[in-house]
C-alpha cells in the first residue's frame, strides 16, 4: 500500500507529541504540556495566523488557534485534543512507549490512541485548510489542551470558565469513537453524543480499636470493609435502556433476537454475561449505573484491630441520574452495613447532546462518502472527556474521530490508558481527511 504524504506528515506529528512525554500524574507538577505547545506553535506557526497561549500554572500550558469566519452570524466548530497522557508502566510493554516507534504502519506510543493521533490529525487538518486559503463563513478552531487526564483542571475546565470568550463554540469534536463496528449492512461508526458522569465516593468504615492477640468479638473495621467491598462489587441495580442505547442498538442491525434482548431491562445483563468481553464489559456500563471499589486504607500495625478503614469506589452514573439516587443505590448495596459506613461523594453529571443536529448531518454526509456501506450510530461514552465542559457550557459536543478496519474494536478498547498502545498510518490519514471534509461541510 502506498502511504500518502499527509499520513506522514500526521505520523510525524504524533511521533513527537509521543516523545514530548506529557504524563499527568494528577499533580499540578506533572504533565508538562507547555512542551508539545510549543511543538504545536511551531507546527502551526507557518500559517501566519495568530495563535492564543494559555498558561493557568507553569508548565500546564494550553493552544488555540482559529480560522475566523466571515459570517458573524455563522457557527463555530471546534476541533479540541488532549495533549497530556496517562502514566505508563514500561514492563507490560513490548516497546519503549515514549519511542514514537514507526513500523509496518504502525505507530507506537502512549496516547497513540488516547488521543494524540486525534491531536495530531486535528492540527494537520487545521494546517493543510488554512495553507489551502480555506475562508469559511463560519469560524474553525482548533484547541490543545493541558490536564483531561486529570479532570480539566488547568485544561479544558479552566479555559470554559476564564477564556469563554476565546474558546466558546456552538460545536465540538473531540475524543473518541468512529472504530467500526461490522454489521450485516456495513459498518457503523460510533459517535458519542454523550458520557456517564462520575460519583465518586469516600467510604469511612467504622469499628472499635482494640488488641489484636484477643480478636474474638471484636469490632474489626478491616473485617466490615472486606463485606462492603464484596457487597459493592455483587451489587446488581436494575438495567436503565435510555433514549442513545436504544437507537444504538436499533440502528445496529444485530439479529432480532440479541436487539430485542439488549432493549429489555430484564435480559440485558444474562446478554452482557455471554458477549464477547470487551462488548459486554460495554454494553453493561451504558445500561448499568456502574460500582467499582478501587482503593482501600486502613490498619495501622499488625497487633491493633483497626477502628477506621477509607475504601473508595468510582461509581458512574447514566444520564439523567441524579447524585441522590446514585446515593440511594449504595445504600441499598450496603444493606445492613450502611449504619457503619460515612459516605462523602463528589457528584459530576452525565451530559448529552442531541443526536439530531447539523453536526450529527454534516459527519453522516461525510462519512457516507469515506467509509463504504457505513452509517453513524449513536452511542454513550462510559469515561469522561473535555466534552463535558462545553456541553455544560451550551455546546454541541461529540465524540468522534475514524479508525481504519485494521483496528479491531477488542484491540481498541483494551488499548485506553494500557499496553503496548499503537495507531495505523491509515487510521490517522482517515482523520485527518474527515476533519477538513466536515469543517468543509459545517462552515462554508
Ligand atoms: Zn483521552
Given at each position: 500500500?502506498?502511504v500518502?504524504?499527509y ?8 511521533q513527537?507529541?509521543?516523545?514530548n512525554?506529557?504524563v499527568?500524574?494528577g499533580?499540578v507538577?506533572s504533565g508538562?504540556?507547555v512542551?508539545?505547545?510549543d ?6 506557526g507557518?500559517t501566519g ?7 493557568p ?7 488555540l ?5 466571515t ?6 466548530l471546534?476541533?479540541?485534543?488532549h ?7 514500561p514492563?507490560g510493554?513490548?516497546r519503549?512507549p515514549f ?20 491531536t ?7 494546517r493543510r ?11 474553525l ?5 493541558a490536564d483531561?487526564e486529570a479532570?480539566?483542571?488547568w ?6 470558565d ?7 463554540a456552538?460545536?465540538?469534536?473531540t475524543e ?11 459498518p457503523r ?5 454523550g458520557?456517564?458522569g462520575t ?5 469511612h468504615?467504622?469499628?472499635t ?12 473495621a ?5 463485606e462492603?467491598?464484596l457487597?459493592i ?11 442513545v442505547?436504544r437507537?444504538?442498538?436499533?440502528a445496529?442491525?444485530?439479529p432480532?433476537?440479541l436487539?430485542?434482548a ?8 444474562a446478554i452482557?454475561?455471554?458477549l464477547?468481553?470487551?462488548?459486554g464489559?460495554l454494553?453493561?456500563?451504558?445500561t448499568?449505573t456502574?460500582?467499582?471499589p478501587?482503593?482501600a486504607?486502613?490498619?495501622t ?14 461509581i458512574?452514573?447514566l ?7 446514585a ?16 459516605i462523602?461523594?463528589?457528584d459530576?453529571?452525565?451530559t ?8 450529527w448531518?454534516a459527519?453522516?454526509?461525510v ?13 454513550l461514552m462510559?469515561g469522561?472527556?473535555d466534552?463535558?465542559?462545553f ?17 479491531a ?5 483494551s ?5 503496548d498502545e499503537?495507531?495505523?498510518?491509515e ?9 477538513r ?8
Amino acid at each position: 500500500m502506498s502511504v500518502p504524504d499527509y499520513d506522514l506528515e500526521a505520523v510525524d506529528l504524533l511521533q513527537q507529541l509521543i516523545r514530548n512525554a506529557c504524563v499527568n500524574q494528577g499533580t499540578v507538577e506533572s504533565g508538562h504540556e507547555v512542551r508539545s505547545v510549543d511543538l504545536l506553535e511551531q507546527y502551526l506557526g507557518t500559517t501566519g495566523l495568530e495563535l492564543e497561549r494559555f498558561e493557568p500554572q507553569p508548565g500546564r500550558a494550553s493552544l488555540l488557534a482559529r480560522i475566523e469566519g466571515t459570517d458573524p452570524t455563522a457557527p463555530t466548530l471546534l476541533l479540541m485534543g488532549h495533549t497530556d497522557v496517562v502514566p505508563v508502566n514500561p514492563d507490560g510493554w513490548s516497546r519503549d512507549p515514549f519511542s514514537g516507534d514507526f513500523e509496518d504502519g504502525v505507530v507506537w506510543g502512549r496516547g497513540a490512541i488516547d488521543m494524540l493521533n486525534i491531536t495530531a490529525s486535528q492540527a494537520v487538518a487545521f494546517r493543510r485548510l488554512a495553507e489551502s486559503g480555506f475562508k469559511p463563513r463560519g469560524t474553525l478552531a482548533y484547541l490543545a489542551v493541558a490536564d483531561e487526564e486529570a479532570l480539566g483542571t488547568w485544561g479544558a475546565h479552566w479555559l470554559v470558565d476564564h477564556e469563554w470568550d476565546f474558546v466558546s463554540a456552538d460545536y465540538v469534536l473531540t475524543e473518541t469513537g468512529g472504530f467500526q463496528l461490522p454489521s450485516p449492512g456495513g459498518p457503523r461508526l460510533p459517535v458519542m453524543v454523550g458520557e456517564k458522569g462520575t460519583y465518586w465516593t469516600k467510604l469511612h468504615v467504622h469499628g472499635t480499636p482494640g488488641h489484636g492477640s484477643q480478636p474474638h468479638r471484636t469490632d474489626n473495621a478491616l473485617v466490615k470493609a472486606a463485606e462492603v467491598v464484596l457487597r459493592i462489587d455483587r451489587y446488581r441495580p436494575q438495567a436503565q435502556i435510555g433514549e442513545v442505547w436504544r437507537r444504538h442498538v436499533e440502528a445496529m442491525d444485530y439479529p432480532a433476537e440479541l436487539r430485542e434482548a439488549f432493549l429489555d431491562p430484564d435480559h440485558i445483563r444474562a446478554i452482557c454475561d455471554e458477549l464477547p468481553i470487551g462488548l459486554g464489559r460495554l454494553a453493561y456500563s451504558c445500561t448499568h449505573t456502574t460500582f467499582a471499589p478501587t482503593v482501600a486504607h486502613g490498619g495501622t500495625k499488625t497487633n491493633v484491630i483497626p477502628d477506621h478503614v477509607e475504601l473508595e469506589v468510582d461509581i458512574r452514573t447514566l444520564p439523567g441520574q441524579t447524585g441522590d439516587e446514585a446515593r440511594a443505590l449504595l445504600l441499598d448495596a450496603l444493606g445492613d452495613l450502611a449504619d457503619y459506613v460515612d459516605i462523602e461523594s463528589n457528584d459530576d453529571g452525565s451530559t448529552e447532546s442531541p443526536i439530531d443536529t447539523p453536526m450529527w448531518d454534516a459527519l453522516s454526509r461525510v462519512t457516507a462518502r469515506m467509509v463504504k456501506d457505513s452509517a453513524l450510530v449513536p452511542f454513550l461514552m462510559v469515561g469522561g472527556t473535555d466534552n463535558r465542559f462545553f456541553r455544560r457550557a451550551g455546546s454541541v459536543g461529540y465524540g468522534f474521530a475514524l479508525f481504519s478496519e485494521r483496528l479491531a474494536f477488542e484491540d481498541f478498547s483494551s488499548m485506553f490508558h494500557g499496553n503496548d498502545e499503537r495507531v495505523d498510518a491509515e487510521s490517522l490519514g482517515l482523520t485527518e481527511q474527515l476533519w477538513r471534509a466536515v469543517a468543509e461541510e459545517m462552515l462554508t
